[in-house]
């Protein structure tokens, strides 16, 4: 199986329980690995045929300036979904760092794996 990744994406949101954090935007650090079949796009040097991660970059920024979520449980889940869906990825990896939500650590969040490699 090929893996496309994008590694260490900063992304500014709305995100966290307490009521202080409902008014500012934080960032989270985002590292993703995908399943894509890479022959058919290496085979003709077409981009079209590849998963371009500039574009699911994009898209991933988009969603973090719309988000609103208390739980970075609920971030990573609803960009799973996204993503799968309007890329047609079928499997994904991502882990969610919130940095400096616990002082003493240097980042906290959640890892998640979805679809079928």
Do not use: H
């Amino acid at each position: 199986m090929d893996r496309v990744f994008i590694e260490g994406l900063e992304v500014d949101t709305v995100i966290g329980a307490y009521d202080w954090e409902r008014g500012i935007r934080q960032c989270l650090r985002l590292d993703l690995s995908f399943a894509w079949d890479n022959r058919p796009a290496a085979a003709g040097d077409d981009l079209t045929l590849a998963l371009d991660y500039a574009s699911v970059s994009a898209r991933i920024q988009a969603f973090a300036e719309q988000a609103q979520f208390q739980l970075v449980e609920t971030f990573a889940e609803r960009l799973a979904e996204v993503l799968m869906s309007e890329f047609q990825i079928p499997w994904l990896y991502l882990k969610l760092t919130k940095p400096g939500a616990v002082p003493a650590a240097k980042g906290v969040g959640v890892e998640i794996e979805r679809g079928c490699r």
